[in-house]
């Protein structure tokens, strides 16, 4: 995506993964492909390859520069984490972004994870003599406290859930907390006065997205509160990834309904190039639009 000004706020953004991915009908929950042909061809261009009946998923990290702090916003898969197919992705393109950043990892004055999936914390450490360390030194890194406790609960348990817990937790999040660099936060918490959060837990326990406030301007860093343009169409569609569905439908409804038919501008980690869009009303759920100036 271009650079995004929003007010003092700068966000750019850097992808570990690009291209077609999954088919709608593989991905949410009771999808017929049938009963949402129209759906298809009311979507921007970027997000759906027709010929494969694939949806374009980016894995991407944001990079907000606020005038106090540089934050990144989710981590992507990372390395050396021993993922299979298709999650084994190089290294390259997501170290040779964060460097086109001209950001070296010590940079790095804040990490914030929008939740614990295996796609948003992977870089959040590094393997080094075969124990996990933060890959950013010199960063605190901010987890939402429900999101935390329950991906360790799961970890402890022993239990795999699809997306998290398990070599997750254990991996990208424990050893966090362990060398001191966490900050556990509740959903009020404030960065500084163009950060806050916003509660959207369903796709995972404690899952927030990240509020950028400046100059009379506003924008949502997403995360997985949205993961395609479908669901503006029927927002109650929910993902097999997804922790409570029904309550992931909730809480992207009413972030909807926050920001529809204003000049609020949403960044879905998951969403291609331009990334950036805005919801208006439409006869059928929202109409999602690129902005592209
Ligand atoms: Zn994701």
Redesign the pocket.
């Known amino acids: 995506m271009k650079r995004l000004q929003v007010g003092d706020v700068s966000i750019t953004s850097f992808a570990e993964r690009d291209g077609p991915w999954r088919r709608p009908e593989d991905f949410f929950l009771g999808y017929q492909t049938e009963a949402k042909a129209a759906d298809v061809e009311m979507l921007e261009p970027e997000v759906f390859e027709k010929s494969s009946g694939r949806m374009v998923i980016t ?1 991407q990290t944001f990079v907000v520069r606020t005038p106090k702090h540089v934050v990144l916003v989710d981590t992507c898969t990372g390395e050396d984490k021993g993922y299979g197919p298709p999650m084994d992705f190089p290294k390259q393109p997501w170290l040779d972004g964060l460097a086109a950043e001209g950001l070296k990892p010590e940079d790095v004055d804040y990490v914030f994870c929008t939740h614990l ?1 295996i ?2 914390c992977g870089w959040n450490t590094k393997l080094v003599n075969g124990e996990w360390v933060p890959t950013f030194p010199n960063a605190k890194y901010i987890f939402h406290k429900g999101e935390y406790e329950a991906w360790e609960e799961l970890a402890k348990k022993g239990e795999e859930r699809m ?1 998290g817990a398990g070599g997750v937790w254990k991996m990208n999040c424990e050893p966090i907390v362990k060398a001191g660099q966490a900050l556990l936060v509740d959903a009020d918490f404030k960065l500084d006065d163009t950060f806050g959060l916003i509660f959207t837990p369903g796709h995972s326990p404690g899952h927030v997205c990240v509020d950028i406030r400046s100059g009379g301007q506003r924008a949502i860093v997403a ?2 509160m949205m ?1 395609h343009q479908l669901q503006c169409i029927d927002p109650t569609m929910s993902t097999i ?1 997804c922790w409570d569905p029904k309550q992931a439908g909730e809480s992207r409804r009413k972030v909807f309904e926050d920001v529809v038919d204003t000049d609020t501008m949403i960044l879905p ?2 969403f291609p190039s331009p990334t950036v869009g805005r919801l208006s009303r439409a006869e059928k759920g929202y109409q999602w639009k690129f902005v592209r100036s």
Do not use: A, E, R, T
């Open positions: 894995y999936h796609d948003h997306g995360g997985d993961h990834f980690i998951h």
